[in-house]
C-alpha cells in the first residue's frame, strides 16, 4: 500500500513533519517515508490510498495499563463524593481489594470478555500497542489467569499487547503485615510459573507506604534480572521512597507516577536511561495536588512517555489522546512532548525497538487523523479526530 498526500509526524526529530509525504508499506512493515516528490519509481505502482492532507502518525502506545479485571469502583467514587474517607471505603470493603475479589471470583473468559471494551476504547483513541498489568489477583493461580487473558486480548483485536507481572501491587488480607511472606510464597512462584508460560513482558510493583518498600522488593527484581525479565516500577506516586532510584539501579526501563520524585530520583533516572511514564488519570482522579517535576526531568534529559493507567480506583480513563489533554494542562507538558510520550518514547519504556516512530524497516502501524496539525490531538479534550489506523500494514477500524 502507498500513502499519499499525507502530513507525517515522523516523531524521528520532535514531530519530525514532512507535508504532502507518502509512505510506502510492505507487508507489515514501512518501506519508504517521505516527500511525495521524492517517492522513488519503484513504489509508485503500489495501490494507493490518498490520505487528503490529513495527519499521519505513529499508531498510540498505550505503555501502562491495569486494563483486566472484575467489577468496578462507580459506588466508591459515590461514596467519597459523598463525603466517606478512602479509609472508610477501604474498611466498607471497598478500594484495590473490592477489585481483588472481584477479579478472583472471575474466570479467565469473563476477564477477557470485560476488557475487550475498555481496549476497544484505547483503539478508538489511536493505540495499536497496549500494555496490561496482573495484579489484581495476588495468588499465583490468579495472577496467572490475569496474565492469560491479558495476553488474549492480542489474539481477539487488531493490537499489540505487552504483559507485566505486577504480583507485587498489593498485600492481600491473608498476608496483612507480612509483605516479605507474600513476595517470596506468591509474588516469586506466579514470577516463575507465568515466565515458564511466556507471560512476562516485563516486572512491576507498587512502591508504596501502602503497598511495597525497597527493601522487600529487592528479592523480587533480583530475580527478575536473574531470569533476564526487564523491571520497571510505579515509584513516588504518593510519597518518596525512592523508588525510581532503585528501579534505575536495576536498568529499570520505567519509573510510573513520580509525583514526589526527587532530584536524586531524577539523576539516577538520567544515568540509566529509564523513561518516566507520565500517568495525569490517576493525579486527575485522586485530586492530586503535587505535579511530577516535568521542568526539571526535562533539563536532565530523561525521556518522557505518557499513559493512560486506565484501572478501577484511581484512573478510569480509556483514552490515549485525553491522557495527552491531561499531560499538557496538568503537567505543562508541550503537545510535541505529549506526542512523543505516547508514541518514540512509550516504545522505549516497552523496549520495543520496531515502533513509535515513522521509519523504514518499522512496524506499519500508523494512525491517520482528521487533523492536520499534530497539536490537534493535545488540544482537543476527550473527542477523538482518530480518522483510520493501519495495523500490521492493513487498513483497520
Ligand atoms: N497505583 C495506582 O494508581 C493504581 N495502582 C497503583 O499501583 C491503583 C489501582 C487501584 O486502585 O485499583
Ligand atoms: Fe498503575
Not at 123 to 150: F, P, W
Not at 239 to 245: E, V, W
Amino acid at each position: 500500500m502507498l500513502l499519499t498526500h499525507a502530513t507525517l509526524a515522523t516523531m524521528t526529530d520532535g514531530y519530525g513533519l514532512i507535508p504532502d509525504a507518502a509512505v510506502a508499506l510492505d507487508g507489515d512493515r514501512i518501506a519508504w517515508a517521505g516527500p511525495m516528490a521524492d517517492l522513488p519509481a519503484g513504489h509508485r505502482k503500489l495501490p494507493e490510498h490518498d490520505c487528503a492532507g490529513r495527519l499521519v502518525t505513529p499508531g498510540l502506545i498505550d505503555c501502562h495499563t491495569h486494563a483486566v479485571f472484575a467489577g468496578h469502583r462507580a459506588v466508591e467514587f459515590e461514596l467519597r463524593l459523598n463525603g466517606a474517607s478512602y479509609e472508610e471505603v477501604a474498611r466498607a470493603g471497598g478500594g484495590i481489594l473490592s477489585t481483588v475479589t472481584a477479579t478472583r471470583a472471575a474466570s479467565e473468559d469473563e476477564l477477557l470478555a470485560r476488557a475487550l471494551p475498555r481496549v476497544d476504547q484505547l483503539i478508538a483513541s489511536g493505540a495499536t500497542t497496549i500494555e496490561v498489568k496482573s495484579g489484581y489477583g495476588l495468588t499465583v493461580a490468579d495472577e496467572l489467569k490475569m496474565l492469560r487473558a491479558a495476553r488474549r486480548i492480542g489474539q481477539s483485536r487488531p493490537a499489540t499487547v505487552r504483559t507485566t507481572h505486577l504480583a507485587a501491587h498489593a498485600i492481600p488480607p491473608e498476608y496483612k503485615g507480612r509483605a516479605t511472606a507474600y513476595i517470596a510464597e506468591v509474588a516469586l512462584p506466579s514470577l516463575h510459573a507465568a515466565h515458564a508460560e511466556g507471560l512476562v513482558d516485563a516486572v512491576d510493583a507498587f512502591c508504596e507506604g501502602i503497598a511495597f518498600s525497597v527493601e522487600e522488593l529487592r528479592p523480587l527484581f533480583a530475580e527478575a534480572r536473574s531470569l533476564g525479565v526487564p523491571v520497571k516500577l510505579h515509584a513516588e506516586q504518593l510519597s518518596d521512597l525512592g523508588g525510581a532510584a532503585f528501579a534505575a539501579g536495576h536498568g529499570a526501563l520505567s519509573a510510573d507516577h513520580l509525583e514526589y520524585l526527587s532530584p536524586e530520583g531524577i539523576a539516577a533516572m538520567a544515568r540509566a536511561g529509564t523513561v518516566a511514564v507520565i500517568l495525569p488519570g490517576a493525579f486527575y482522579t485522586l485530586r492530586e495536588s503535587q505535579v511530577p517535576p516535568i521542568a526539571a526531568m526535562r533539563a536532565a534529559g530523561v525521556p518522557m512517555a505518557v499513559a493512560t493507567d486506565l484501572n478501577p480506583g484511581s484512573s478510569p480513563l480509556a483514552s490515549l489522546t485525553l491522557a495527552m489533554n491531561m499531560a499538557c494542562t496538568l503537567f505543562r507538558l508541550t503537545p510535541e512532548e505529549a506526542l512523543l510520550g505516547t508514541t518514540a518514547h512509550a516504545a522505549r519504556a516497552l523496549r520495543m525497538t520496531d515502533r513509535g516512530r515513522i521509519e523504514p524497516g518499522l512496524r506499519a502501524d500508523l494512525c491517520i487523523w482528521d487533523a492536520d496539525h499534530p497539536a490537534e490531538l493535545s488540544y482537543r479534550i476527550g473527542a477523538t479526530a482518530l480518522h483510520q489506523r493501519i495495523y500490521g500494514g492493513r487498513l483497520v477500524a
